[in-house]
């Protein structure tokens, strides 16, 4: 079974940056899709970004321009890159993972595989 595990949430300053890793269990990104998601407290979880492998990366749109995500295939591992970050995108931050060729989705439930999440907290 696929196994993902973010980190690298905590506390930044507004305005400040942060990234975040998604460890894969197994060799995937050539043949999953990743998805980033966020999930404020009282809110819905949405999409931030989706990856398609030889394809390219769709940002949701209050991201674009601030959050780049990157991958190492060597170590099975995706990174979400976030800065010039706001107190309103704290959150429980997780990646995703759905098998490729149904093109990009920000939709949660178009993703059958999660990480337990990582804290993103935006303070002063």
């Known amino acids: 079974q696929l196994q993902l595990v973010e980190s690298g949430g905590g506390l930044v300053q507004p305005g400040g940056s942060l990234r975040l890793s998604c460890a894969a269990s197994?060799?995937?990104?050539?043949?999953?899709?990743i998805g980033w998601f966020r999930q404020a407290p009282g809110k819905e979880r949405e999409g931030v970004s989706c990856?398609?492998?030889?394809?390219?990366?769709n940002y949701e749109d209050s991201v674009k321009g601030r959050f780049t995500t990157s991958r190492d295939h060597a170590e099975n591992t995706m990174f979400l890159q976030m800065n010039s970050l706001n107190p309103e995108e704290t959150a429980v931050y997780y990646c995703?993972?759905?098998?490729?060729?149904?093109?990009?989705?920000?939709?949660?439930?178009?993703?059958?595989?999660w990480g337990q999440g990582t804290q993103v907290t935006v303070s002063s």
């Open positions: 995703a993972a759905r098998r490729a060729g149904n093109g990009c989705s920000l939709r949660q439930f178009d993703y059958e595989n």
């Open positions: 197994k060799f995937i990104l050539d043949f999953y899709d």
């Open positions: 990856t398609r492998n030889r394809v390219g990366t």
